[in-house]
């Protein structure tokens, strides 16, 4: 199974600044399609996971352009240019190039 | 508009089963995939499955195998999840999530609202 790792593991940060969260796996999620099949979401408190970030830089239908997502193979990177107090809750990167997917242990970002 | 509605909280003993449904509206159910996911209380999120809601062999977790079934009802755009013999680390909420919305991508895009599941004697 590809292990996927998160850091930091908590992140607590102020309204207005940048945030950047980093996840790796275990072995390289560059399909032979070109594209990276590393997802990010986002679980706020009480509620089921959204998501926000798919195909590793690509925001999902609704989420703010101040969420942005980068790299490939193994690292990649969730940016918030400007956390806002709506961001909290916890972070996952999942990978979906192979079964079983799996997913981060979490990010909890809090203000 | 698009949205997953999930049937409500379950109590069972250990050993018992469990089916949990998962019913679509405001698209196609057979055009998509749809995948569970389960979070234990305080724990992170744990991937169960996929099925192609349009037909196909499910794909399930290697350690849920054995004792996981997905299955479907295109009549009434239902998904269902059962897992069996239950015991307390199946204590749980449960997740349907729609997927193949985005071209090449397996993103889950649309959740349901979770069904708790405790395990209990």
């Known amino acids: 199974d590809i292990v996927m790792t998160q850091s930091p593991l908590s992140l607590p940060v102020t309204p207005g600044e940048p945030a950047s969260i980093s996840c790796r796996s275990s072995?390289?999620?560059?399909?032979?399609?070109?594209?990276?099949?590393l997802e990010w979401y986002l679980q706020k408190p009480g509620q089921s996971p959204q998501l926000l970030i798919y195909l590793a830089s690509n925001r999902a239908s609704g989420v703010p352009d101040r969420f942005s997502g980068s790299g490939s193979g193994t690292d990649f990177t969730l940016e918030i240019s400007s956390v806002e107090a709506d961001d909290v809750g916890i972070f996952y990167c999942m990978q979906a190039l192979q079964t079983p997917f799996t997913f981060g242990p979490g990010t909890t970002l809090d203000i | 508009q698009v949205q997953l509605v999930q049937s409500g909280a379950e109590v069972k003993q250990p050993g018992a089963s469990v089916k949990i449904s998962c019913k679509a509206s405001g698209y196609t159910l057979t055009s998509y995939y749809m995948q569970w996911v389960r979070q234990a209380p305080g724990e992170g999120l744990e991937w169960m499955g996929i099925i192609n809601a349009s037909g196909g062999s499910p794909n399930y977790a290697q350690k849920l195998k054995g004792r996981l079934t997905f299955t479907r009802d295109t009549s009434t755009s239902t998904v269902f999840m059962e897992l069996r013999s239950l015991t307390s680390e199946d204590t749980a909420v449960y997740y349907c999530a729609r997927s193949g919305h985005y071209k090449q991508s397996r993103a889950m895009d649309v959740w349901g609202q979770g069904t708790a599941v405790t395990i209990s004697s």
């Open positions: 072995q390289s999620l560059l399909h032979n399609n070109g594209y990276n099949y």
